[in-house]
């Protein structure tokens, strides 16, 4: 009986201490993918910003090498050129950096929303001053007159970032739509393309950080892919939601809503 009882004994601590081993080559196996993912996360986050980087970076410096020479002849407007291009790329620089201290900031919870009643029409109008539009690229922009309360600044970000989304991603052909709606307190913004669009499978991961669908027009000018997860994140500060869908007809539709209250 007390051979049966230690046998028994034995066999239940080595059925625990396979249990136990089990568990921790799980755990183990877990951590090792989750670093592998973070290795890779990491790769493919200095690749893109080394790329975003080197670009505007050795147009700022071959320019001001030109304008710095003495043996330069020069014409008022060739320099009026140069200068032109050296702030262009100062600004990518500046909206990049912009970009990951956002990110980081968003990540660690320390932004809160500035709300104040805002003209929607004012900001569009403003937004699309300041954004670069290459030459002969189409926005049609229709926008209804709404005073939504929100913090103009984030939501001026939102726009910039869709709106280089779809310049970024689709030919030089596509058509692109920026349009606004009032809903409830809030406001629909939605800014389409008719562009190649992007699998089903797709529509969610676009907003993860550093994450870009496959196939798209900016495949030899590849990004760092942090603008649509901060315009998820901005939406999020004002308790909104922002969501992409395949655009009757063909294209891509993002659609930011914000409640406005």
Not at 19 to 26: Q, V
Not at 53 to 75: C, F, Q
Request: glycine share 6%; proline share 5%.
């Amino acid at each position: 009986m007390v051979d049966i009882t230690e046998r028994k004994q034995a066999e239940e601590a080595l059925r625990t201490s396979e249990r136990k081993y089990s568990e921790a080559f799980r755990r183990e196996k877990e951590a090792a993918e989750r670093l592998r993912a973070l290795d890779e996360m990491k790769n493919t986050f200095l690749e893109a910003v080394s790329h975003d980087l080197r670009t505007p970076l050795t147009s700022i410096l071959g320019s001001a090498i030109t304008l710095e020479s003495v043996d330069s002849d020069l014409t008022g407007t060739d320099a009026a050129d140069l200068l032109h291009r050296i702030t262009t790329n100062a600004r990518k620089l500046e909206r990049l950096l912009s970009d990951l201290l956002d990110l980081d900031r968003l990540q660690r919870g320390i932004v809160a929303p500035q709300l104040r009643p805002t003209d929607i029409r004012e900001l569009v109008e403003r937004c699309l001053s300041e954004i670069e539009i290459p030459e002969g690229r189409r926005i049609d922009v229709d926008v209804t007159p709404l005073v939504v309360q929100i913090d103009a600044s984030k939501v001026e970000r939102i726009l910039e970032n869709l709106l280089s989304n779809a310049i970024r991603h689709t030919p030089p052909e596509a058509h692109i739509w920026l349009r606004s709606e009032a809903q409830g307190l809030g406001v629909l913004l939605v800014v389409e393309d008719d562009g190649p669009g992007i699998p089903d499978d797709l529509h969610d991961a676009v907003f993860e950080p550093f994450r870009q669908a496959p196939g798209s027009a900016a495949e030899h000018s590849p990004g760092v892919g942090v603008g649509l997860s901060l315009v998820r994140r901005f939406s999020e500060l004002h308790e909104g939601r922002a969501w992409m869908q395949a655009r009757p007809g063909g294209g891509a539709s993002f659609r930011v809503f914000l409640p406005g209250e």
